[in-house]
């Protein structure tokens, strides 16, 4: 047999045997949960924060591209398919073309329908203009199957940060991608965004369940980190008239949710790396709410420990959230509506914490 | 008699010689000295802090703070410990290096080097208030 052709089988062989691998790896929890009534409950896979990074030439970084290929394969496996996808913001790293057009290339295999949420590692190097060529409208909304779903721009900032502060679009694009770095600046959703929230929710009927998809958290965590919408009071009095809001976030690379009035809070895992709870950093005070029992503390020897995706199923327009963790047991976060909060389907009481979700 | 007190004066005379060389006392410092020694440590962290961001420290353009924001989850005050994927105890730097080989696809630095001092002196300043609790998990 000619060597070409022995590799192509070989190669063919391995591709085959690792879609059989991963299929044999996909949780049974995946089974949609059924609801009362259940012709208005659907299922979508959200997958965040894939911070695709651009070496040199043609090389990224192999770590962070394995994270999202592993999410978009997993996510063309399900079996009852989801609706559409969504993705959560930070497809880059440093907002740059390669960057983009490769996070686009791996996203392009995804078999379903997928909307877009702006990062700000996607945006601060031209102001989301490459992006947009690429994925449309940086804030819009949709409706499905009795769910508004409103996505917004949520990590603008100041203009005199964004418009005269930096010498070059390049700095600009760095300094606002360092989490930790005191020169960043805090996410908003900004004036007109929020006119136009308004004007968008004023047209829908206050019980129909909103669903608001952001970047960032839509809540005060820890501003040190932009765990933090500046503007979150008033993007939030404009959810509370409603009977059923729901706020999903990425940016935060770990598991949160919260309850504010009627606002229900989720956040999204990161494909690319976990990041410490704002609790780890011992010189600065942090508000993580309450109700969130943290995931487990990361093992940096596996590769993918503390990354993942999420399935939401929508039931009775409440949000329940599947999340896949490749190297933990997988969680549900699922909003109960006896107490009336988010809470973890099996650690939500004290005494049912493992050791490893204590966060120091 | 004599000859015993003298020998204990000639000790006495040897030891204040000893201690007073020039003027200057071991355990003597200023507040000036204090300042500058605070001085000499922040500027190693500071030196810590740039290479904590730097994209340059390994081969792919990952910086330390892109997982350790302010050196988070590195919980220096746990070191030495079991560090149980390696199966041994180890100390703060060997995980340094670890990181440095793994995510970063760079090369270890000398345990002694200036630039793991530094990374280690930023640690430990960002961890500065919390307990000691070597080996803990």
């Known amino acids: 047999m000619p060597e070409s052709l022995n590799r192509m089988n070989r190669r063919d062989f391995l591709k085959a045997s690792g879609a059989i691998a991963l299929a044999g790896t996909l949780p049974v929890s995946m089974v949609e949960l059924a609801f009362a009534d259940s012709s208005k409950n659907f299922t979508f896979a959200y997958i965040s924060d894939a911070h695709i990074q651009h070496i040199s030439g043609n090389s990224f970084v192999r770590n962070w591209d394995r994270g999202l290929i592993r999410a978009v394969a997993e996510t063309n496996l399900l079996d009852p398919k989801p609706d559409f996808v969504m993705f959560g913001g930070d497809l880059a790293q440093l907002g740059s073309k390669a960057?983009?057009?490769?996070?686009?290339?791996?996203?392009?295999?995804?078999?379903?329908?997928?909307?877009?949420?702006m990062g700000e590692h996607d945006y601060y190097l031209d102001l989301g203009e490459y992006w947009s060529e690429l994925f449309g409208p940086?804030?819009?909304?949709?409706?499905?199957?009795?769910?508004?779903?409103?996505?917004?721009?949520?990590?603008?900032?100041?203009?005199?940060?964004?418009?005269?502060?930096?010498p070059t679009a390049k700095q600009r694009m760095l300094e606002m991608a360092g989490l930790d770095n005191p020169n960043g600046s805090p996410f908003m959703v900004g004036e007109e965004q929020r006119k136009w929230l308004a004007d968008d929710l004023a047209k829908v009927k206050k019980d129909t369940p909103v669903f608001v998809v952001s970047h960032s958290p839509i809540q005060k965590i820890y501003k040190g980190w932009n765990f933090w919408t500046e503007d979150a009071e008033q993007v939030q009095a404009l959810l509370q008239p409603f009977d059923k809001a729901t706020?999903?976030?990425?940016?935060?690379?770990?598991?949160?949710?919260?309850?504010?009035?009627?606002?229900?809070?989720?956040?999204?895992?990161?494909?690319?790396?976990?990041?410490?709870?704002?609790?780890?950093?011992?010189?600065?005070?942090?508000?993580?709410?309450?109700?969130?029992?943290?995931?487990?503390?990361?093992?940096?020897?596996?590769?993918?420990?503390?990354?993942?995706?999420?399935?939401?199923?929508?039931?009775?327009g409440r949000a329940s959230l599947r999340y896949q963790l490749y190297n933990n047991t997988n969680r549900t976060v699922a909003f109960n509506t006896t107490t009336g909060q988010p809470e973890d389907s099996m650690y939500q009481a004290e005494d049912k914490r493992v050791p490893p979700q204590n966060q120091y | 008699m004599w000859k015993r007190a003298s020998g204990i004066c000639a000790v006495i005379l040897i030891l204040a010689a000893g201690i007073l060389?020039?003027?200057?006392?071991?355990?003597?410092?200023t507040e000036a000295d204090l300042e500058r020694w605070e001085g000499e440590f922040m500027s190693v962290v500071e030196y810590g802090r740039e290479l904590w961001v730097s994209a340059e420290l390994g081969t792919n353009g990952v910086a330390c703070a892109q997982c350790h924001p302010n050196a988070a989850n590195t919980h220096p005050e746990t070191y030495p410990k079991f560090q149980q994927q390696l199966g041994r105890v180890v100390a703060l730097r060997d995980m340094f290096n670890w990181c440095l080989l793994n995510p970063l696809e760079g090369a270890e630095l000398e345990l002694d080097s200036r630039e793991m001092v530094a990374l280690e002196a930023?640690?430990?300043?960002?961890?500065?208030g919390v307990e000691l609790a070597p080996g803990k998990h």
């Open chain 2, 122 to 128: 930023y640690a430990y300043y960002e961890r500065r």
């Open chain 1, 247 to 316: 706020v999903l976030y990425g940016h935060v690379h770990q598991i949160q949710y919260n309850q504010i009035g009627n606002i229900t809070f989720n956040s999204v895992m990161a494909t690319a790396w976990p990041w410490p709870y704002p609790r780890s950093y011992a010189q600065a005070e942090s508000h993580m709410p309450k109700l969130t029992v943290p995931m487990n503390r990361a093992d940096p020897f596996f590769e993918r420990d503390a990354t993942g995706w999420q399935l939401i199923d929508v039931g009775t």
């Open chain 1, 138 to 166: 940086q804030h819009y909304s949709f409706d499905h199957k009795g769910v508004h779903f409103v996505v917004l721009n949520s990590i603008l900032t100041y203009d005199e940060w964004t418009f005269d502060r930096w």
């Open chain 2, 21 to 29: 060389p020039s003027g200057v006392g071991a355990d003597e410092f």
């Open chain 1, 99 to 117: 960057e983009l057009d490769h996070g686009a290339e791996i996203m392009s295999k995804l078999n379903f329908k997928t909307r877009y949420v």
